[in-house]
């Protein structure tokens, strides 16, 4: 392996911990919907769906940077330029993302002054991380930037997809220096933070997913350049047309004018399907030329990215920002399933693909298969999806009972909680994040394990039989 791979690896390890984080900060942030009582003034809710949100912006990130440092190599047949700065680089962003964790946990608030925006917490949705913290994220970005580009420098050859990447690049580093200023006024405030986390999300991560996705294909199936790269670029002119159009659909909420609503909630359910249409392109053509995969759990996350992202990314959020349903569903219920449903689908699916491709070739194994992968497939997927319906459930019922009979007021809201159906949906959840966290034990249990358990029992069998003998 090239030692940019090797760093992936640890890329990829970094990213699964910090996965099981998010899976337990969810877990008690969904029992304590159940039981308000739940470590009150000790862990309260706010701090569990900080570390639940955060951790999975942050393991999420973590494995794009990994497979990135995985493909670049291959895709370049060459070395990763500054390989050594990147591996100091990322033991400083695992030191930065573990302390950050230890004052959301143990510190939590501060005083209204700058020392906490510093060193505690900057009190803006998704990006807590104080700025020390988020200074160091920012040059572990750029330290990737350079890596990546200077790669293709050296290597003095620029294939479509590294094209697409680099320049994607830009705006993965610049949109998150929106996290630093501190604007007073709160619709200023909100405006540019909706860059930052819907262009990042439905934007600049949509493309790196793309690019990421288009490198795996062709090494899962084989499947030809020009197919992979043809549907980039359709992805790269959907979300230049449509991301930032796309925003629209937050704008009404902040003071800007009620077109926008219109405008967002139609052109941001289109990001999704180039991403369908490269992977749905992928089989047919490996199908045509009977192409074998040897890495069947690989293959099978990758249909999950797909059509999870269409799914959860396209049908979930265009029903949910249509101008006449988003004046009821916002910032209920509906919301957060969409937003389980869009993650995992667009997102963590691809993430988990690929490091199954990597472990393949990590490991030296022949065929990756098995039982344990199975199951955690079935597990994940079924408890995703499980939460993802009971939370659309309870958002029906936040808006019917608090938004239309009620009128969103706060005595309608008290009722709204206390409804069966939110009451129902919301128990519901917590009984499938249960299923999801197996799913995550079991996933874990086979990614330590796959291409080792074979070597294990061989040497038993060996052993046995030399004792007979």
Known sequence: MYRSQRLALNYFTA?????????????????????????????????????????????????????????LPVELDRETEGV??????????????????????????????????????????????????????????????????????????????????????IPLAGLYLIAFPAITDMSVDLYWWWWLVHLWVEATWEILIGCIMALALMQLLGTERRIVETWLYVEVALVLGTGILGLGHHYFWIGTPS?????????????????????????????????????????????????????????????????????????????????????????????????YLALEKARAIR???GAAWRWSFALLNIGLVGMVGALLVAGIAQAFFERAIGGSTLLAFMNAQGSPWFVQGITMRLVFGLVFAAGYAVLMYDLLTIGRRRVAVSGLKMGVAGGVA
């Open 367 to 369: 065929e990756v298969n």
């Open 259 to 355: 077109y926008w609503l219109g405008i967002g909630g139609f052109f941001s359910a289109l990001e999704p399907l180039p991403l369908l249409g490269m992977v749905a392109h992928a089989v047919y053509d490996a199908g045509t030329q009977h192409m074998k995969t040897t890495n069947k759990p690989a293959f099978y996350w990758m249909m999950a990215e797909a059509f999870g992202n269409f799914l959860g990314g396209g049908v979930w959020g265009f029903m949910m920002t249509l101008p006449q349903i988003n004046l009821f569903t916002h910032g209920t219920q509906w919301t957060v399933s969409h937003g389980h449903f869009a993650f995992w689908g667009a997102y963590a699916c691809g993430v988990i693909s690929v490091i």
């Open 84 to 169: 050594r700065l990147a591996e100091v680089m990322f033991w400083i962003f695992c030191v930065i993302v573990a302390v950050v964790a230890v004052v959301f946990v143990f510190v939590q608030y501060g005083p209204s002054e700058e020392t906490t925006l510093w060193l505690i917490n900057q009190g803006r949705k998704y990006v807590e991380a104080p700025r020390w913290a988020a200074i160091g994220i920012t040059l572990t970005v750029l330290v990737f930037v350079y890596n990546v580009v200077f790669t293709a420098i050296k290597a003095r050859r620029v294939t479509g997809i590294l094209a697409v990447l680099m320049v994607d690049l």
């Open 15 to 71: 990213a699964m911990v910090l996965f099981g984080i998010m899976v337990v900060a969810g877990l008690l942030a969904a029992s304590q919907y159940v039981s308000p009582g739940l470590l009150l003034n000790k862990l309260d809710f706010n701090v569990n769906k900080m570390l639940h949100i955060d951790t999975m912006i942050l393991w999420l990130l973590m494995g794009f940077i990994g497979a990135v440092y995985w493909f």
